[in-house]
């Protein structure tokens, strides 16, 4: 550790451990000091709906935490939701949700920014509200209390959640959040009343939704019929809601001195943003299909950020993040750089999971000076018919040619991604996933050494808007329960120690399609789900199924109709009136092209039945 660090953990840290009732939680690098919330011309809550070693692991979170505390007059302090033990305690002792950072009631913020970033967080989102003493319905609240604004990947499609929010920001939070801390300012200080800052908003910028200014009508089936517009002043009419790009994707704001936390975090790194978006479209792949164009950060920015962040935490791991980093275009000099700088410091280069085509076989090498973690690598599928399907384009000969390279280059490691449910699968295709991992463990004895250890984990689609499985029918629970029987048959007729294949919980999986593609008559079912003790469905140890189907009978919803109903190209969608994808006709094409490469037929919109497979 440098020196400069060693003295200010003497001078933060020290403190804190020695008075932690006054000081826990205020970590290294915290932009917030004492007095500042209460200066503050607008005080804003970044909240995370999961726990904090989640929350402090996302990088989106802290962007938006640094862009507000470098913003005059801006004053931002975070929350995470309190595990459950925490939240039964505040519940008995009567303590309102407080900000991590100076402990400041989170009601009493201007504004009460969450991030969106799965499904499953839906519930946790209520839990916020809740504790903070926020009503969980926009048409409850008034001026006293805080604007609620989402944002992230599933505000996309924030139908399912539309009752309970009052903004919605579609695309990037760096361009977004800047706009809206100036207007709010602006119009504080014309008087405005915070309840009328709603339609300020929806009509300033485009890329801000208010569903409270939309009603939706339904047709007899249940589909949608039209959503309008409740805005009867003909001067007032909403635009078109549009994504918001951020225009110089190099010079945006970005945490030089990143929040150092005191536990340990699910990504305990420094993490920098190398590339926005991905050329790729893989064709189950919402963020592929939504964050466009791409944006590229230059090596030497990167190379600036990575000194900073380096002398600001002393972290010994460095993430180079994207959609797909192996699709960054300077990556080989990038590596160099990169190796000139941190090899001697012995910090350990990290990248999420990759393409696994040619490209693979370059990414080795940019790290055989420093120390080498485990390779996590996307296929999706195990054959080369599925994968040009589903457009994943590589071949079964570039992964073993590229996987022979990571051999070489000293890893022996691999954690291989996959994906069940894709239409025009088979059952050869599931097996076929454990015959593949086998495979690629054996690869590693074309270099005289012994198997790799592989680890196969095996997900289920969740069909998600704005792609081309937009309109799919997702398998029934009864066909990943059998994928699962499958996959754990071929296990014990291999007996290898080298090669485990895991599955997810298909429950969870059919749950995310529900509320993925949902709308507005979801919202009951998620305040039941919440009262009834829904909460980090993402957590294995909290997740419970019931809670749900309890929810859906209560409020007479039918899962089944959301997630394994096929969607006719004529129907209305839930998030049709939001642009933040390709034209629908392009979708429309790439959809039917899957039947073609899959030489199936295409499906008939309506409920499948979807049996089970045979052995």
Known sequence: MNPQLAQRISDELLPAVSQPGQYIGREINQLVRDGDWQRADVRVVVAFPD??????????????YWLCNHTPGVCAERVYSPWVDAERIMRERRIPLFTWDTRQPAGEADIFAVSLQYELGFTNLLQLLDLAGIPLRTAARDDSHPLVIVGGPQADNPEPVADFVDLVV?????ESMAAILAYYKELKTNGVPRRDMIGHMARRFPWCYAPSLYKVAYNDDGTIRSLLSTIRNPQSVLQPIERCQTPDFEHAPFPLRPLLPYVEVVHDRMAIEVMRGCPQRCRFCHAGYTKRPVGVRSIEKILEIAEAQYAATGHNELGLLSLSTADYPHLR??????NERFATRRVNISMPSLRVDKMLQNIPWMANQVRKSGLTIAIEAAGDRLRAA???????GNLMDGISEVYKAGWN??????????PGETPDDIRAIHDLCVEMSHVRRRIGKGPAHITGSVGWLVPKPYTPFQWAAQPRVEYFIEARRMLAEKSRKHRGKNVVVRTHDPQRSILEAVLSRGDRRLAAAIEHAYHG?????????CFAYGHWLRAFDATGIDPDWYAHRERAYDEVLPWDHIQSGPSRSYLEGQYDDVFVKTEQPAPAAGILPLPVMSA
């Open 170 to 174: 579609i695309g990037d939070g760096e």
């Open 390 to 396: 589903i457009r994943k384009k590589v071949t079964d």
């Open 333 to 338: 000099e990038l590596s160099e750089k990169i």
């Open 51 to 64: 726990a904090y070693t989640i929350g402090m692991s996302h990088l989106g979170c802290q962007i938006i």
């Open 413 to 422: 490691r691999i954690k291989a991604y996959f994906m069940v449910g894709f």
């Open 533 to 541: 003790g829904a909460r980090f469905d993402g957590w294995d140890e």
